[in-house]
């Protein structure tokens, strides 16, 4: 006897007799998360007895184990080609980034094992790719403390992987082997929905699920228009009927958001602003950390069915603002590079929260906030969720990089980046790009040393290029991820990752009591040198008490510098 449901239009089925695998979170009733061993071995299973399912390498970690995705397909067959050509929509869930926030490995590992026992029945239109465990090194690395302020499981992943890097963090420096990883995967599927699972930290509040969004300024577009006006009202919408109220991430930290709050800048370090690069529309959903851990994953299962739904159903317009976007894109002589929040504008949200107050801390006796959970209030608050080009470039017909600088060459190669290289040695008269100045943050992030605030002048030159050098036109699919990694004062472009930074010490120079001879004679024969002097000292009363400095300059205005120094070695064809 079987007894049917309808939840949100996935058909629900439940079998009196089934004999269902279960996971250990339901065996706890909630109160634990599966282990990596554990969700591996769960899906082994499902691989072993279900023909819809398939697990499959990705490729390797920083751990001593591989990458794996799971696969869900309704008629069994899992050739990425085949789906695409028969307009699959391929949706891409990943799990435990922050292996701290595990609610969406033991929400996947239901969710496709009651695909597979029919107990509720995935659209037709619809492939299912998982990452169990995307961080499996956090994931090893397990412990009962290191979110100390989350309700529950009783143990969990750390947030750092083997190399002690955030991953989430990672996506354009890509120092990780499951990241490099992960970026392949995601080329290879080409997802319409990218969808990466986390548990929120911050203010406390009555909602159980809050979700980032893809910016959709950001987004822009047919694909930036869409997700703002239609796509996210009918997810608010269906999780509401569930039971669910949904309310943007609150990005919010220190008191409360009762008066709303700016939405979060996920530049394309982020696993979600990667994917936008690519016109994938991405996901964060983000359960709030103080709800019990079974409320988490049940909301999370909610969500990811609600996304599976409207997929579906929206298909057609999700791949059709996909491919505008995209041809869009190749016609755009400016693309955007940053970003500011514009304040002026707001959206104006039902929050259910907590009153705030603030009382003496019986650790320090100075004010310290509270929420009274005893004093719900709901009310609509503003949302600060416009964003407004702050820079823009030109976008020049191709790049050139020299072969030698291989890190950045493959990671272009992993990201689908067309290149060419030079067959014999070539002059070229090319935009050459020397960095006048820049910031640099005073301690390390993720492993590297930030450039900011980075300033810029271009001058035309004939460069000597090599054989091998490397031609990179803009006309493909990976445009924007280009131009956002290649110039060099985009916020996330590998030269503010440090990429480049042998380029900013000079190797050459000078003994200045040798120098002050040649030096006087330069002066003598080139009257626009020693104009620019004379210039430099009327204008400058420190440089014109500086010896050193003057001696400096005038080498640095000679034939004896080098050219190299501070020349961005990533040039252009207009």
């Not at 699919?477 to 280009?482: D, F």
């Not at 131009?483 to 985009?490: C, F, I, K």
């Not at 400096?552 to 000679?558: C, M």
Request: hydrophobic content about 35%.
């Amino acid at each position: 006897m079987k007894k049917l449901l309808f939840l949100s239009g996935l058909i629900w089925t439940t079998c009196v007799n089934a004999q269902t695998i279960t996971t250990p979170f339901e065996e706890s009733e909630g109160k634990q998360s599966a282990t990596y061993k554990e969700a591996i071995d769960f899906y082994k299973t499902l691989d072993v007895q279900f023909p819809e399912i398939r697990m499959e390498k990705v490729g390797p970690t920083d751990a001593a184990y591989p990458l794996q995705v799971v696969y869900y397909s309704n008629n069994s067959r899992f050739d990425v080609d085949e789906w695409k050509a028969e307009g699959k929509m391929i949706l891409l869930i990943n799990n435990a980034i922050h292996p701290g926030e595990p609610d969406g490995i033991d929400a996947s590992m239901m969710l496709l094992r009651d695909a597979a026992y029919g107990k509720i029945k995935l659209p037709d239109n619809i492939v299912l790719a998982v990452i169990p465990v995307f961080n499996i090194g956090g994931a090893l690395n397990r412990n009962s403390h290191s979110r100390a302020n989350q309700n529950g499981p009783e143990a969990y992943g750390f947030r750092g992987n083997g190399q002690n890097l955030d991953l989430n963090r990672d996506f354009i420096k890509m120092d990780a082997k499951e990241t490099r990883s992960l970026v392949q995967l995601f080329h290879y599927l080409d997802p319409d929905l990218f969808i990466d699972n986390h548990v929120s930290d911050g203010a406390d509040y009555q909602h159980i699920m809050t979700l980032l969004s893809t910016q959709h300024n950001k987004l822009g577009g047919a694909m930036g228009n869409y997700l703002h006006d239609r796509f996210e009202p009918m997810i608010y919408a269906d999780m509401k009927k569930k039971g669910y109220d949904l309310v943007p991430y609150v990005n919010h930290w220190g008191h409360t958001p009762d008066k709303g709050w700016t939405a979060f800048y996920e530049g394309p370090r982020f696993a979600s602003g990667f994917a936008a690069l690519f016109q994938t529309y991405s996901f964060v959903p983000e359960t709030h950390m103080l709800k019990p851990f079974r409320q988490r994953v049940e909301a999370t299962y909610a969500l990811m069915c609600t996304f599976i739904k409207l997929a579906s159903q929206n298909a057609g317009e999700i791949k059709y603002t996909r491919l505008q976007d995209r041809r869009a894109i190749r016609r755009e002589k400016q693309l955007p590079v940053d970003w500011v929040c514009d304040t002026s504008v707001t959206t104006p949200v039902n929050f259910e929260g907590y009153a705030a107050g603030y009382k003496p801390s019986d650790i320090s006796g100075k004010p310290r906030l509270y929420y009274d959970r005893d004093k719900p209030f709901s009310k609509l608050v503003p949302i600060r969720n416009n964003y407004a080009c702050k820079k823009q470039v030109d976008v020049p017909e191709a790049y050139v990089i020299q072969h030698a600088w291989d890190r950045v060459i493959r990671r272009l190669e992993m990201n689908g980046v067309k290149m060419y290289k030079l067959e014999r040695d070539s002059n070229l008269d090319l935009t050459v790009c020397y960095i006048d100045n820049y910031e640099t943050v005073p301690k390390p992030y993720e492993g590297h040393y930030l450039h900011s605030n980075v300033k810029v002048r271009m001058q035309k030159q004939q460069v000597q290029l090599l054989k091998g050098d490397y031609i990179i036109p803009t006309a493909q699919k990976a445009r924007r991820y280009i131009v956002e990694t290649l110039e060099p004062t985009a916020p996330d472009a590998f030269f503010a990752w440090g990429f480049f930074d042998a380029i900013l010490q000079q190797k050459e120079g000078y003994s200045d009591y040798v120098f002050e001879d040649e030096a006087a004679a330069l002066l003598k024969n080139d009257p626009a040198l020693r104009n620019a002097l004379e210039q430099k000292r009327k204008t400058d009363p420190e440089f014109s008490k500086d010896g050193e400095a003057q001696l400096d300059f005038v080498y640095k205005h000679s034939y004896y510098y080098e050219p190299v120094h501070m020349r961005y070695p990533v040039f252009t064809i207009e």
